[in-house]
């Protein structure tokens, strides 16, 4: 399953979201509630779009179910939905690391019941919330902008999982 590919089927029915923001989304509702619904994501994602066909409802719903797979697991496999290396530059995958945390931010309080949360949920969240603030205007070719891109993408995988083992006890 490839990024673009989600892209454009959110593009084509004119989702609010962004995969990256989708995957964000889904994330965090898994983070929260490991048994939160393919379905209850897919329609909070896709409210006021036109019907989505079967093809594409089966490719969203991939996403989704892959995400949970891989979050109902310990091993650290989980990874960002984000655009390869390959197939855009730096400030693209910035941008969509943006999207992604605003989408896990709206993931996370969709699905939380709780009143408060604990120092280190607090910790998280708020730097999930920096990291939506994050400045694209770098340098392409700058390797010190890479490292960082690849380190925050890194603590963010462990946050998720943190998070998850928090709330999915």
Known sequence: MSYTTIDA????????LSAAEAHGMA????AI?????????LNELLQNTPLINREHNVELIGLFDDTQDVLAHD???FELFLPEDEESDLVERVDALRQWCKGF???????NTAT???????????????????????????????????????????????????FNK
Do not use: H
């Open 27 to 30: 994330s965090g509702l898994l």
């Open 9 to 16: 089927i959110l593009v084509q029915y004119d989702a609010e």
């Open 116 to 166: 408060t949360f604990s120092v280190q949920t607090q910790e998280i969240l708020k730097d999930v919330a920096e990291i939506t603030k994050l400045d694209t205007d770098i340098e392409l070719e700058d390797e010190e902008a890479e490292n960082d891109f690849m380190e925050l993408t890194e603590y963010l995988r462990a946050a998720v999982l943190a998070l998850r083992d928090e």
């Open 33 to 41: 509630n490991g048994k939160f619904s393919n379905q209850s994501w």
């Open 105 to 111: 931010l709206f993931g996370v309080g969709f699905a």
């Open 75 to 77: 091993e650290f496999e």
